[in-house]
């Protein structure tokens, strides 16, 4: 099995900048790639980054510009930069992972989310 294990949300006020932190932990042979969704109330969660463990990421629409994604390979860490925060990034924030681990196949994980509110 692979844990998720997430930090670094919180309130914000618009304009701001937060950092999430999602560390993988487990008997881990890969993750890939490794990202970020979010969910707001009573709407789909959406993809919000992801990256490759070649650091090829990829953005929604509605964050290009003002978040960046990155991942440290060796601490199975993947993080989220958000800059520019608007009332309408609030929302819960997961992390995922697909992943391989010593004896299993790969499959994806999720962590147990962390509220983002930014404040207008």
């Known amino acids: 099995q692979v844990q998720l294990v997430e930090s670094g949300g919180g309130l914000v006020q618009a304009g701001g900048s937060l950092r999430l932190s999602c560390a993988a932990s487990?008997?881990?042979?890969?993750?890939?790639?490794m990202g970020w969704y979010r969910q707001a109330p009573g709407k789909q969660r959406e993809l919000v980054a992801r990256i490759t463990s070649g650091g090829s990421a990829n953005y929604g629409d509605s964050v290009k510009g003002r978040f960046t994604i990155s991942r440290d390979n060796a601490k199975n860490t993947v993080y989220l930069q958000m800059n520019s925060l608007k009332p309408e990034d609030t929302a819960v924030y997961y992390c995922?992972?697909?992943?391989?681990?010593?004896?299993?196949?790969?499959?994806?994980?999720w962590g147990q989310g962390t509220q983002v509110t930014v404040s207008s």
């Open positions: 487990g008997n881990i042979f890969s993750i890939n790639p």
């Open positions: 995922n992972a697909r992943a391989a681990t010593l004896h299993t196949d790969y499959d994806d994980y």
